[in-house]
């Protein structure tokens, strides 16, 4: 059976050329980073080359790029580093009710120790107000952390927007970018952007190994604490192979990034119409036009999304209901909740999100199984069966 994956917003293949980068690093060079020897310097100076490399692909200075294990270590430092830090200037911190479990869980962590978090409400596309942000803004305000762009529903939200209205008031901004790295250009110069995370398995990287990046003459307390490394501010010996990996993967997915974006738009352009056209009682979640590349969210009436999805995957079709850390749980998405879904038709949803390495042939595919797939499960929905029969009488 030919597998078709369509679940790039979860975790992304490596790359040979990434692999091919980071195999030295597990055997030859294979010294620790903190000792003098020559050996180890090797790999000191390729860390340092790696720093430069993806400093450069969003706008900033090598020594403002500090590593991580991934994006929710990431997310979790610069919350509750910023706090702590801060904690004498102010204890309230500005969010959005859609944001990755990484912040929310953090700040709702940060809440039980005398912190104050403000949540935003989105529109029904999953976009913050920036007079809703500026009215939130009180003397106490440390901390302003909003996503670049939503993994469940793809929108982008007002970043430069959001950036400005920070500096403006002299208030810290972080944004989790994990999404949006590969599918928009960053500058976090112009944007205004103090902090912001990433990670490496989202574009074709090894999983493991993040980044976060903080501007230059922020002070951030440690998460992790232990030996020097990373300028004294997270503890532990450097995962040097997955820090190689991660610069090859970003030299390799912003080349020719205006071509790739182009070419998987025109396939979520294709996908999305396809299913619009031939299933009746199906929405698209999230913003039409301002949405990542690859992001498809569609809701269905009378549909069970869980369901949806095993019956896809026996079809040899990969896809999600949403994010991949709260997969596994039956309560319906907060994202799909806060853009103003009701429970039955935010459990309907499934999120197809497309990679470079995806074809024409196989959205076809998925255009010709999807809608047998959604009639037989509403031939069995008794929901349904009421709702015809309301419309026959």
């Keep these: 059976m030919e597998r078709i994956y369509f679940d790039y917003a979860a975790t992304t293949p490596m790359k040979k050329e990434v692999i091919d980068a980071m195999m030295p690093y597990f055997t030859e060079n294979f010294g620790n980073p903190s000792s003098i020897y020559q050996i180890a310097q090797i790999n000191k100076k390729a860390i340092d080359d790696a720093r430069e490399e993806i400093a450069k692909y969003i706008g900033a200075k ?66 913050i107000n920036i007079d809703d942000l500026k009215n939130a803004i009180k003397p106490t305000t440390i901390l302003i952390s909003i996503m670049y762009a939503n993994n469940e529903i793809g929108t982008i939200m007002p970043v430069e927007e959001i950036g400005k209205v920070a500096k403006e ?59 020097a490394q990373e300028r004294g501010r997270r503890g532990g010996t450097e ?93 319906p998405s907060h994202v799909l909740l806060s853009i103003g879904l009701p429970h039955e038709k935010a459990h309907g949803s499934i999120r197809l999100t497309l990679g470079e390495a995806s074809t024409k042939k196989e959205v076809e595919t998925v255009l010709e199984k999807l809608p047998a797939i959604v009639k037989r499960m509403r031939d069995m929905s008794p929901l349904y069966e009421d709702y015809l029969n309301k419309r026959r009488h």
């Excluded at 990484?102 to 935003?120: D, F, R, S």
């Excluded at 590969?182 to 398995?201: F, P, R, Y």
């Excluded at 999304?305 to 709260?326: K, P």
Aim: glycine share 10%; hydrophobic share 40%.
């Design 62 to 127: 090598a020594n403002e790029i500090y590593f991580t294990s991934g994006g929710t270590e990431a997310d979790n430092w610069a919350i509750k580093g910023i706090a702590e830090i801060n904690k004498h200037k102010g204890n309230h911190i500005i969010t959005s009710k859609i944001e990755h479990h990484a912040v929310l869980h953090t700040c709702e962590y940060l809440e039980k120790n005398g912190y104050e978090v403000t949540y935003l409400d989105v529109d029904e596309y999953g976009s």
């Design 169 to 227: 008031h002299k208030i810290i901004f972080h944004t989790d970018a994990v999404q949006a790295i590969g599918q928009v250009k960053i500058d976090v110069a112009e944007q205004n952007i103090d902090m912001l995370s990433l990670t490496a398995h989202k574009i074709n990287g090894p999983k493991g190994i993040g980044v976060l990046y903080v501007r230059r003459g922020i002070r951030i307390a440690p998460l992790i604490h232990g030996g």
């Design 239 to 331: 995962n040097v192979a997955g820090i190689i990996g991660l610069a090859k993967a970003m030299e390799l997915t912003h080349a020719n990034i205006d071509k790739k974006v182009e070419y998987i738009t025109s396939l979520r352009e294709m996908l999305i119409e396809g299913i619009l056209k031939s299933i009746p009682h199906a929405k698209l979640n999230g913003h039409p036009t301002k949405r990542l590349a690859n992001n498809v969210n569609i809701s269905f009436e009378f549909v069970e999304g869980e369901s949806l999805l095993l019956l896809l995957d026996m079809q040899g079709i990969a896809a999600s209901s949403g994010s991949a850390c709260t997969s596994g749980s039956l309560d």
